[in-house]
């Protein structure tokens, strides 16, 4: 059988249908070889491609250079389609797409069990951003493990400016002190660069004249030199970082608890750029990591590996939730990083156990017994994204990691480092609201509407239920933008989106598909005299006078109406239906509206 009759197959199969057309995630339909045959609009945006070009293309064509278990492409590919025969297979993949490589999580599973030729569903997810958070918080646990159980600074900063490596490959770390006189830079750290940058940078000089890094300490601030060459304050470094093949380098002061700063991150770059919004974060993290170490370093120097110290240092971390348990799951340790996610002051916490603080009731069973595995048997409690509680009784997602110390004569005691991923969804929340509704009237925008209308079509397609399409364009909006300017056209049109919003019900789809043009999805069955009555009414509030700070304005709107399936069965023949009858109401004189014939 050829690949063309496997597609045709593919794209009769109702089930198949459905699948590409109502998943979210990228979804691509491959036969047993790995052959992409089919997929849906999520997969163009990933691959890259469009949905032709992508057609024909193997799951091999788009592997990165090696997979995360070592096998070859080919091995991975090949063993895992087979796997997936008997069961759903979920694994990570990594693939290289729209110039990048990274790693993503598929799920693949036979389309038809019944099928003569089988096919398989591949569903992907890109886990890039997931495996870079998971990372960065493993290693910030890992530097903060060493640094509670007191191993030497040169140590902690080594590892910490290695692990910054690992997470952003295209960086290589230096890590300075302020010297106790502050009137010069201390490399402290710097594993992946050569001797002589070290050398060349080593006891820079502080000060508003001094080159360099020098500079930056005194400054006090980020300072990003996207190309080295171009900046006279460097040059006296130039020779050795041209040498060594780097052109850029972004600095981060590290400040001490006080605001003052202790010591220079220092990254530089084979290429001359500015850092990203992630690079930028990770590089403050790192930071905020490093003046922990070398507080506490200095701390010791002057109070004797004071342990009070120390703890003081983790209790004034506000950006990191930081809680100390004993055996008995009773609060040790409490920073002020959990005092802001949780609610709870330090006195109110320490003594109580975790069940009765931060733990929602439902959980506390499955909670006490991960705990006491932990501690007796020595299972640890994974790391992940939980929803947990503060003292007003809010929930509040964070996402926790775990060490267990064992340290004589204590007993075994748990720490938990908990960030809190609010601010993250809500970030969330707005890419999505400004994905799927338009920014200026707050309704549906195309691609939100083009989603309902699909939708609808097939729930339509399945119940027989009949539905109504409205399609609208306002008249005389372009004289209103052309003489009262376009700031007073976008009040009218937010006005405008009003005024319909209130001759429509709360079940129904009002969308802005852009300009002056909107639409109307009106589901169950209304026969056409309501219909009318609807179009009726937002003819009479879109036409009455608006007032756009000292001037009147009048625009009317012409409405072409279109019902499934009377004219049309699928989503283009409905938008051409509803949009020919709302040119036959403007040509019928406008501020009307007509059926389509």
């Known amino acids: 059988m050829m690949v063309s009759d496997v597609q045709d197959g593919a794209q009769r199969a109702p089930d198949c249908r459905a699948i590409l057309n109502s998943v979210a995630d990228v979804i691509v339909l491959v036969t047993a070889d790995g052959r992409i045959i089919a997929c849906n609009r999520a997969a163009e945006g990933f691959f890259g491609l469009s949905r032709d070009a992508l057609t024909g293309t193997s799951l091999i064509d788009w592997c990165g250079r090696q997979q995360h278990d070592g096998r070859s492409n080919e091995d991975f590919v090949h063993t895992t389609l087979d796997a997936a025969r008997a069961g759903v297979v979920q694994t990570e993949w990594c693939y290289s797409a729209r110039g990048i490589t990274a790693i993503a999580?598929?799920?693949?599973?036979?389309?038809?069990?019944?099928?003569?030729?089988?096919?398989?569903?591949?569903?992907?997810?890109?886990?890039?951003?997931?495996?870079?958070?998971?990372?960065?918080?493993?290693?910030q646990t890992r530097v903060l493990k060493m640094l509670v159980q007191g191993e030497a600074l040169e140590h902690v900063l080594r590892t910490l400016t290695l692990e910054v490596e690992n997470d952003n490959p295209a960086m290589q770390c230096m890590l300075l002190q302020v010297s106790e006189d502050r009137s010069s830079l201390q490399v402290l750290a710097a594993p992946s660069l050569p001797m002589d940058v070290v050398a060349a940078i080593d006891e820079s000089a502080i000060g508003p004249d001094a080159i360099g890094m020098g500079a930056a300490a005194w400054a006090g601030e980020r300072i990003i030199v996207e190309d080295l060459a171009l900046q006279p304050?460097?040059?006296?470094?130039?020779?050795?970082?041209?040498?060594?093949?780097?052109?850029?380098?972004?600095?981060?002061?590290?400040?001490?608890?006080?605001?003052?700063?202790?010591?220079?991150?220092?990254?530089?770059?084979?290429?001359?750029?500015?850092?990203?919004s992630s690079e930028v974060e990770s590089i403050t993290q790192a930071a905020d990591l490093a003046s922990i170490a070398i507080e506490q370093t200095l701390a010791q120097a002057r109070l004797r590996a004071s342990e009070r110290r120390f703890r003081s240092l983790v209790m004034n971390i506000e950006n990191m939730a930081i809680q100390g348990y004993d055996a008995n799951r009773k609060v040790i340790l409490w920073n002020k990083g959990s005092e802001k996610i949780y609610g709870f002051t330090e006195a109110e916490a320490l003594g109580r156990q975790i069940e009765d603080l931060i733990i929602p009731p439902p959980m506390c069973d499955q909670v006490i017994n991960e705990i006491e595995g932990w501690v007796r048997h020595g299972e640890p409690v994974p790391p992940g994204e939980i929803e947990l509680q503060r003292k007003n009784g809010s929930a509040v997602s964070v996402y926790s990691t775990h060490e267990m110390l064992r340290l004589p004569p204590r007993g075994p005691e748990m720490y938990c480092v908990d960030v809190d991923l609010t601010e993250r969804k809500k970030a969330e929340q707005v890419i999505w609201f400004q994905a799927n509704y338009d920014l200026l009237t707050g309704l549906a925008n195309r691609h939100l509407f083009m989603d309902r209308l699909s939708q609808q079509v097939l729930k339509s397609g399945r119940s027989g239920e009949a539905f109504a399409l409205l399609y609208m364009d306002l008249d005389g909006f372009k004289r209103v933008n052309d003489t009262y300017g376009h700031h007073r056209g976008d009040q009218l049109l937010i006005e405008a989106a009003r005024r319909m919003q209130l001759c429509v019900r709360k079940t129904d789809t009002l969308a802005r598909l852009g300009g002056d043009e909107f639409t109307l999805i009106v589901t169950n069955h209304i026969d056409r005299d309501a219909l009318a009555r609807i179009a009726g009414y937002i003819n009479r509030e879109v036409a009455a006078p608006y007032m756009l700070d000292e001037y009147e304005a009048q625009v009317e709107v012409s409405i072409g109406i279109a019902e499934f399936p009377v004219h049309g069965r699928d989503v283009d023949q409905l938008m051409r239906s509803a949009d020919k009858a709302m040119y036959d109401a403007k040509q019928a004189g406008r501020n009307s509206f007509a059926f389509a014939s």
């Open 233 to 276: 304050l460097w040059q006296a470094y130039i020779r050795p970082l041209h040498a060594a093949g780097l052109r850029a380098c972004w600095s981060e002061p590290i400040r001490s608890a006080q605001g003052s700063v202790i010591g220079m991150l220092c990254v530089f770059l084979s290429e001359p750029r500015f850092p990203s």
């Open 105 to 139: 999580e598929i799920s693949i599973g036979l389309a038809d069990h019944h099928c003569e030729v089988p096919l398989m569903v591949v569903s992907i997810r890109d886990a890039s951003a997931r495996r870079r958070v998971e990372s960065r918080l493993r290693y």
